[in-house]
Structure formats: C-alpha cells, structure tokens
T-cell receptor, first 110, second 111 residues
Framework: RKEVEQDPGPFNVPEGATVAFNCTYS??????FFWYRQDCRKEPKLLMS???SGNEDGRFTAQLNRASQYISLLIRDSKLSDSATYLC???????????FGKGTRLSVIA | SQTIHQWPATLVQPVGSPLSLECTVE??????LYWYRQAAGRGLQLLFY??????ISSEVPQNLSASRPQDRQFILSSKKLLLSDSGFYLC??????????FGAGTRLSVL
C-alpha cells in the first residue's frame, strides 16, 4: 500500500450536492491527520485537522477509521466556491512529519 | 502571528541559467523548513527540509541544492536549470502542532 492514496477524481457535482472523498494510509502509527485545500495555482491551505475519530466544521466533516486506515472528508450543500483540489495529509516520522496525497479534484457546477 | 514569505512569485529562466529562490519566516524561531515542488497537475514532491541553521536534508537527488544561512531563511538554488525543473515551488514551515503552513509559491518556467 502506498503511504497515502486518494482517488484523483475529478468529482463533478451540482451545487447543493453532498460529496465524500476517501483517503487510505499505510502508517498505522499515525495519530493526527489533515485535510488541505488547494485552489488552482495557489498554495495548499489547511482545511481541517483530525486527531480522534472525527471533526466537524460547518458543512465539512472529516472522519477517521483507524482499523481500516482511512480518512474521509464529507462536504454537504456544495458551493461553487468549494471547487478545488483536496489533499489528504498523514504524519510520517522524524522531521519529515507530513506525507501529502496527490489530491482529489472537485468541481461544483451551477 | 507567523508569516512566511516567498519570492519571486513567477520566474521565467532559460535552460542552463542559475536559480535562487528565497523563503523567510517571521514570528517564530528555529522552525523546521521545507521546500516542495509541484509539477503541473501533479502532487507535492518534498525536495529538502531543514531543522536548523546549516542543516539540510535532501529527499531526492537532482541538480538543486538548498541552504539555510539564517534561522528563518531558506534558499533553493541551482547552478544550471533543466527543462524538467519547471514547476511550482513551495516553501513551508511546521507549527508545534504538526501543521504545515505554505508560502504563496514561485511558479518557475524553464524555457
């Protein structure tokens, strides 16, 4: 299994839809996880941190399944402004603490 | 609050020319610093990281090098650019909570 794997998409969804992305990771010792958002031609920015079983922030919900080693991101009531690439990020060891997935591209369509 | 600065924002360089990209962090001391590259439509590739002044770890062999002359300054260099060096270069630092924060990036085109 690769360190971090994501479905690259693209996910094309209409406004108002609910969409979910999954991410699998290989390091079973990982304790904290992150979802980053990257807009086209911009730097990645932190969207959510996940330290236990899950985290919710408005329309966004992140869930962690340690037994199956996957993290999910759920977006409810999608907005046009949610269109971006979503990166799953998992801790590594030592001083290279984060491993970034290649990202899942989301396009929300009017 | 902490901020991270990268410059220039865009750069067009001929093949074989040298490169110097600079990154500085404000509002924190002795941060772990990172250089990433993102090729068009691809994921982030870690190039170098540094845990302190003069300490550089290289993740991939290539014609790039990095230096950390001061605590909050991280420089990415090349003596002779290749076409394959084109990409989006991002500098990042790590917070105590393990979160990485990125600079705005430099978009390099080697022609």
């Amino acid at each position: 299994r690769k360190e971090v794997e994501q479905d690259p998409g693209p996910f094309n969804v209409p406004e108002g839809a609910t969409v979910a992305f999954n991410c699998t990771y290989s390091n079973s010792a990982s304790q904290s996880f992150f979802w980053y958002r990257q807009d086209c031609r911009k730097e990645p920015k932190l969207l959510m941190s996940v330290y236990s079983s899950g985290n919710e922030d408005g329309r966004f919900t992140a869930q962690l399944n340690r037994a199956s080693q996957y993290i999910s991101l759920l977006i409810r009531d999608s907005k046009l402004s949610d269109s971006a690439t979503y990166l799953c990020v998992v801790p590594n060891s030592g001083n290279t603490p984060l491993v970034f997935g290649k990202g899942t591209r989301l396009s929300v369509i009017a | 609050s902490q901020t991270i600065h990268q410059w220039p924002a865009t750069l067009v360089q001929p093949v074989g020319s040298p490169l110097s990209l600079e990154c500085t962090v404000e509002g924190t001391s002795n941060p772990n610093l990172y250089w990433y590259r993102q090729a068009a439509g691809r994921g982030l590739q870690l190039l170098f990281y540094s845990v302190g002044i003069g300490q550089i770890s290289s993740e991939v062999p290539q014609n790039l090098s990095a230096s950390r002359p001061q605590d909050r300054q991280f420089i990415l260099s090349s003596k002779k650019l290749l076409l394959s060096d084109s990409g989006f270069y991002l500098c990042a630092w790590n917070s105590a909570g393990g979160i990485q924060y990125f600079g705005a990036g430099t978009r390099l085109s080697v022609l």
